[in-house]
Nanobody
């Protein structure tokens, strides 16, 4: 089992920045990729960003150029730096880990961007 704990959400004005953290614990060996998804009010969960074990990064078109995913292997932590935030970025952000074709999820952290 992989346990994921997110932190760093909050309320910010449009144009502001936040950094989310996701700490992984448990059976963390051979995790293929870690990433972030979000679910806005009345919307389905959607992909935001991902970083693979090899360091490759992918982003949703809606966040390219504004969000950056990174990781600290020593701390088993993945970060999502979010800049130039928009009200449309308001959502619950979930950390995800992919291991042996199994998905693991954190409990989510709320990000609210006011206009």
């Amino acid at each position: 089992q992989v346990r994921l704990v997110e932190s760093g959400g909050g309320l910010v004005q449009a144009g502001g920045s936040l950094r989310l953290s996701c700490a992984a614990s448990g059976s963390i060996f051979n995790i293929n990729a870690m990433g972030w998804y979000r679910q806005g009010p009345g919307k389905q969960r959607e992909f935001v960003a991902r970083i693979t074990s090899g360091g490759s990064r992918n982003y949703a078109d809606s966040v390219k150029g504004r969000f950056t995913i990174s990781r600290d292997n020593a701390e088993n932590t993945v970060y999502l730096q979010m800049n130039s935030l928009k009200p449309a970025d308001t959502a619950v952000y979930y950390c995800n880990a992919l291991k042996a074709w199994n998905d693991y999820w954190g409990q989510g952290t709320q990000v609210t961007v006011s206009s």
